[in-house]
């Protein structure tokens, strides 16, 4: 396997009654971005988000930051790329075909909340 060199992450907050409609979505976008180049796709949903014992140090939990509602549960996410311009390249051609197949209502068919979603690309520094 190449090993990454950039990633996007994300966070952000689904409604606990959403969350098989959230990964349908996302067993689509996996399929999506690994059809056009990315080299791994994660979606990963919370469980242990409150850190115990000398773990804490004064950290802002995932569900602080997020402002995480009642009946609401945590996912982190990310994609791997071979760098920061084959990642542009993969989602040039991502969001290209999602908005010919939703044809601009993408915002309306997330089980999510995409306003409360935090994002950004990373340069990968250390690896294994």
Not at 2 to 27: N, P, R, S
Not at 61 to 84: A, C, D, N, Q
Not at 94 to 107: D, I, N, P, R
């Amino acid at each position: 396997m190449t090993k990454a060199k950039y990633v996007d992450g994300f966070v952000l907050a689904v409604k606990q009654k959403d969350v098989k409609a959230y990964i349908k979505l996302a067993k689509e976008a996996s399929r999506v971005w690994r059809k056009f180049g990315a080299i791994e796709y994660m979606e990963c949903m919370g469980q242990d988000l409150i850190p115990k014992g000398g773990m804490g140090m004064g950290m802002v939990t995932y569900p602080k930051l997020l402002k995480l509602k009642k009946g609401e549960v945590v996912w982190y996410s990310f994609i791997t790329y071979k760098s920061r311009k084959h990642r542009d390249e993969v989602n040039k051609k991502v969001m290209t075909y999602f908005q010919k197949k939703y044809k601009g209502k993408m915002e309306a068919a997330m089980p999510f909340d995409p306003r409360r979603m935090s994002y950004g690309g990373f340069t990968v520094e250390v690896g294994a």
